[in-house]
Structures are given as C-alpha cells and as structure tokens.
C-alpha cells in the first residue's frame, strides 16, 4: 500500500514536470504578437522564414527582437492574402503539416489520468476508515505479528508443570522433527490451551517458541472481526501460508472462541463473517499433516462454547489445561515476578503464597507490582512483607476509600456485622482463621470486611464444612439481628453467596437423601460464569421443583440458626470486641486471638 502511495505520487510529478517544461521550452524563443505587428516585421525585412500552420503562422526572426530577445514572433491568424504577402517580401515559407495527434491524446488522456487520481484517493479514505482496507483484502502482513526471536522461556512460567511437561514434547518436536518422523510420528495439528483469563496461556505459548528458538505468529481471534466478509477467511490463509514459509515455527490463535464460537450459536445472527473465517480456518487445519514443522496452538478461557469441528480429532485434538496455581505454584510464580524488585530478607513468600488462594499468575504478577508500590510510597530501602499484606487487601477488596465516611450508627452496625462473621468463623471453624476484621470502607459496596485465611487449598468439602462455611457468611446478619433485632442491606452480598451454595449443595452435589445422587441444574461449564444466551432449562417436575426450593430454605435456615446461636453464647466477647472494633477500626489476628480464646 504504501510503496503503491509512492508510486502514484511521483507518477503525478513526474507529468507535471513534463507539462511545465514543455509550455517552458516552448517559450523561450516565442512570443505572441498581434497580426500587424507580425506584418510590419515582414515589411522590415526582419524574418528570415515562415511557417504557416492551420490557425497561426510562425516566424523565425533574422535576429532577436531588441524588445524581448524573443527570436520567434507568432501571429494567431492566418489571413488569406497571406501567401501573397509572403511571395511580395520573398521570405521563404512553408505550410507545416500539422498533427494534432500528441494534443488530442493529451486533451483526454489528462482529465481521465486527473479522475483515477481521485477515484484512488477516495476509495482509499472510505475504506480504510474501517478496520479493514479495502486496498489490503488478503494481504494482511500488518495485522499477523511475527516474531523471529522470542526472549521468554519456560522458566518465566511457573506453577503450571503439567502443562510445561505436556508441551515439552513440542518444543522437542520443532528442535528435532526429523527424530520424530524417523518412526512415522506427527505432531498433533493444534494444541488448545485452555484456562482462566490471567493464567499464562499467552506467555506459556511464547514460551514454548522462546525454548525452541522458532519464529513465534502470533493473532487474536478478536482481530477476525472484520468489515467486509472474506477479509477474516483471506487472513487465515495469509498467516498460514507466510508460517509454511517459516517452518518450523509456531501459530499462535489467541482467544480462539472470539473467532471459533459454534456456529449458529449467536441469537443475534449476522455470523457470516465469523463463519467464513472459521471454516477457512477448519480448512487450514486439515491441509497441514504435522510433517511442515507447523504446530498451532490456541488459547481460549471458555472452551465450552467452541465450535464441535475446531475440537473434532485431528485439530485441536489436544487441549492442556492451565489452571489457576496452587499454594506451592504461586510460590514459584512470586519467585519469578519477585526477582524485578528489591526484596526486604524477612519476607517470607511461603506467607504470602498461603494468602491468595484463588490469584492467578496475572494477580501475582499485579500483587508483587503493588507492593513494590506500597514500599516506594512509604519511602522503604526494599519490599517488606507489610507491603506485602497492604497489597493483597488492596488487591481482594478493591482500593481503600478513604473520603467514604459512615455515621456512627452505621459504622456500629457494620462493627457488630464484621465481628459477627469473625466470631463464627472462629468457632465453628479450626482451619480457616481470621486473619484481619476492618470496618474502613473500601471498593464498591464493601462497607468492611473479614478476612479469614485458609492455610491449605481446599478442593473437597462436606456438607458439614459447607454448612459451617455459610453459617459464617450468615455471622454478619446473624449479629445485626440478635443486637439491633433489624435487618439492613449490607448483607446482601453475603446472602446471594450463601443462596448459591445452598441451590448447588441440593441441586448439584446431591447432598440431599430425598433427592438423591442426582443433578437437577446442569453444571455451567463456564469460566466466566453464567452464558447469557443460553436459557436454563429445567428437567424436573413442579413437584421437586418445590422440594429443592424447600431444601434450599431449610439449608440456610439452619445455617443461619447456627450462626445465631453462636452469637448468643457469646454475646459479651462480641459485644466487647465490636467496641474494640469501633474504636481501633481494624482487628489482626493477635488482637482477635484474645477474643477467641474466651470463646464459649
Ligand atoms: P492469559 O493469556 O492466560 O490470560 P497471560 O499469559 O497474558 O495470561 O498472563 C499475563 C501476565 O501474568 C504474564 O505476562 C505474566 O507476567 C503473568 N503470569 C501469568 N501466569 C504466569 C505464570 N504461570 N508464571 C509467571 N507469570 C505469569
Ligand atoms: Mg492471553
Ligand atoms: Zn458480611
């Protein structure tokens, strides 16, 4: 496009130039002069020959004029006595035999050069207002991003050994194909890596290139979203066709499902581009065998909604799952991020690991970046753990807000609430402690918060946990009801999450005798969570409609019984740490332990 840009410009230039030159060649010896004056020359005896031309006679001066030093006088009229008046002088003369063949072409063949000009000029402003030009169907170098050498290695990644061991094998495959092929073994076509958003699938891909020292293509599926149909299907054939001439390198689709999404799957309808490209895409897969060093891997965070085709065997039949890292792979993640910043020698990042259950590698990476901040504002020499904690609060429960300010009877409330969740937490539950109880406002719709800390991960629970794990959900509310004997809206959050445990310990993990072991909502396969479009459906009767409803209710009540009675054993040590509360705002786990320890 831009050599094209060029091209015509110095075209356009270049016909100007001519223009000019030939109207200033011309006019250097010529000039125009009326027909007397060119008679009087005559008379004198000044020109030396004569041309006469259809409508203009020329004639060429024996000497320059003293007017002008032009040495060709032309009169713009050819009178029929002329040629008399010629033979009385003598002057010698002919007729010229005109063509007009060069000023005719030029007489068309400019104004058309001077519309295609615009036509070109135009077409170029509109189409490439969107997002595709129309001058670059099909050539679409500019949107695959390819990178020759790739500066990330696995061990940038960490907490996600098995997905590191399963694409191990591809990095030998791309170092060595002919090893492989020795015995008749292919690649798999395309690797699918699939996992919550923020868990390294983008840097695990680059990885991989990094580790085996190939050229890394890279593009979103986002970026399939084009203007005009075809455009997505003609850059699918582009970036495979420019990675056959790389081989053995790597193509990497991010967020495959942007661009993979089932077919017929939007109610919105209007998919046509979407398919065209996924079926070119489809068509790619199944041209290359895995013998061209190609390997394709993809990433996507809602493998559930693709398209059945993109998983069938033979594409992405192979799918490595990169999940959110446990107590131990969060430690090695902060062991990467650590080494950007200076670390205080009494941080011990097993402490920190053991607090953010739930953090992906992207929360790590942000989590050491915000202590590092945490430490600079306080004017440090290096990142303590205190920074440490100071961004992990920031990072669960939003950024403090310092200009919110509740009124004493709300804050009172929210005191008992915060106490209330804590204390029912400490006895009904050994393992996870309270860490921290807060009653400053922070982030949106938190008015304070209770932090309590698991100190192992946690992937199987019974009915019982999660009955003491709602009834300290319920704490808070619990509280408000036994001192203020009212209900306020700040539970709100705590109840739909307690509902929600509820709905799947009866309807999900068959906890219920009556209704046995089955599952009554079909399990939303989504990694970020509900799919909008898709209604649920329900299977059942009216009649256990109403039992699961029922169930539900008798859940939670008990749940919340539990927690009441909690309380009310212990009204005076809740009473008493809540005034604490209210006075120092904040509670750590020392401060709290003197509490606890009274406990009834
Ligand atoms: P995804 O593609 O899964 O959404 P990214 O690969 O884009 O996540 O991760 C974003 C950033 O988070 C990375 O650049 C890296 O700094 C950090 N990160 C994520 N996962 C890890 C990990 N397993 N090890 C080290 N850093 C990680
Ligand atoms: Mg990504
Ligand atoms: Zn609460």
């Avoid at 063949?109 to 077409?123: E, H, K, T, V």
């Amino acid at each position: 496009m831009k050599n094209y840009r060029f091209n015509l410009t110095y075209f356009v230039l270049a016909l100007l130039t001519v223009l000019l030159l030939q109207d200033y060649l011309k006019g250097v010896k010529t000039t125009v002069v009326p027909y007397n004056e060119f008679q009087a020359a005559l008379e004198s005896n000044e020109i030396k020959e004569v041309v006469v031309y259809n409508e203009e006679v020329k004639g060429y001066l024996k000497e320059a004029r003293k007017k002008d030093n032009k040495t060709v006088i032309v009169a713009r009229r050819v009178p029929p006595e002329l040629r008399s008046e010629l033979e009385k002088y003598g002057v010698k003369f002919w007729r010229a035999n005109e063509s007009s063949f060069l000023s005719d072409i030029f007489s068309w063949l400019i104004p058309m050069l001077f519309f295609i000009g615009i036509w070109i000029f135009l077409s170029r402003k509109i189409f490439s207002g969107g997002q595709g030009s129309f001058m670059s169907v099909g050539k679409s170098k500019a949107k695959i991003y390819v990178e020759k050498k790739i500066k990330v290695s696995f061990s940038d990644v960490a907490g996600v050994d098995e997905a590191k061991s399963e694409l191990e094998e591809v990095i030998n495959f791309l170092k060595d194909a002919k090893h492989y092929e020795r015995l008749g073994a292919k690649m798999p076509r395309g690797i699918l890596l699939v996992g919550p958003p923020g868990t390294g699938k983008t840097l695990l891909a680059k990885a991989v290139a990094g580790e085996a020292a190939v050229p890394f293509f890279s593009i979103s599926g986002s970026e399939f979203v084009e203007m005009f149909v075809g455009v997505g299907a003609a850059r699918v054939r582009d970036l495979f066709e420019q990675a056959r001439k790389h081989a053995p390198c790597i193509v990497f689709i991010d967020e495959l499902d942007a661009l993979g999404k089932a077919r017929g799957a939007n109610p919105m309808g209007g998919q046509d581009e979407k398919e065209q490209t996924l079926n070119q895409l489809l068509v790619e897969l199944d041209g290359f065998d895995g013998g061209e060093g190609v390997v394709l891997l993809a990433a996507t965070n809602r493998p559930e909604i693709l398209d059945p085709a993109l998983l069938r065997a033979g594409r992405f039949d192979r799918q490595v799952l990169v999940d959110r890292p446990d107590r131990i792979g969060r430690l090695q993640i902060l062991n990467v991020h650590v080494k950007k910043i200076k670390l205080d020698r009494n941080v011990e990042l097993e402490q920190v690991a053991a607090l953010t259950t739930g953090f992906t590698g992207a929360d790590l990476a942000n989590l050491v970046n915000e202590a590092a901040l945490f430490a600079t504002r306080n004017n440090r020499e290096s990142v303590t753990l205190e920074d440490f904690n100071l961004a992990i609060e920031r990072i669960i429960t939003g950024l403090e807000k310092k200009s919110r300010v509740l009124n004493k009877m709300e804050q009172k409330i929210v005191a008992y609430h915060e106490m209330g969740h804590a204390i029912v937490a400490a006895s009904c539950s050994k393992v996870n402690k309270v860490h921290k109880v807060s009653i400053i406002p922070r982030g949106v719709g938190a008015l304070g918060y209770t932090i309590q800390r698991p100190t192992e991960d946690r992937y199987l629970m019974s009915p019982l946990e999660l009955e003491n794990k709602m009834a300290v959900l319920l704490g808070g509310r619990a509280s408000e009801k036994l001192f203020f004997n009212e209900m306020t809206t700040g539970s709100s959050d705590d109840i739909a999450k307690v509902t929600e445990m509820a709905r799947a310990m009866v309807t999900k993990y068959g906890m219920i005798k009556e209704l046995g072991h089955i599952v009554y909502e079909q399990q939303q396969q989504s990694y970020l969570g509900i799919d909008q479009f898709s209604p649920k459906t329900k299977n059942y009767s009216e009649k256990t409609a109403q039992l699961i409803d029922e169930r539900v209710k008798e859940i939670v009540d008990k749940a919340f019984e539990k927690a009441y009675h909690v309380l009310e054993l212990n009204r005076d040590i809740v009473e008493k740490s809540a005034l604490e509360l209210i006075k120092k705002e904040t509670l750590t786990g020392e401060e709290l332990e003197v509490f606890f320890n009274q406990l009834n």
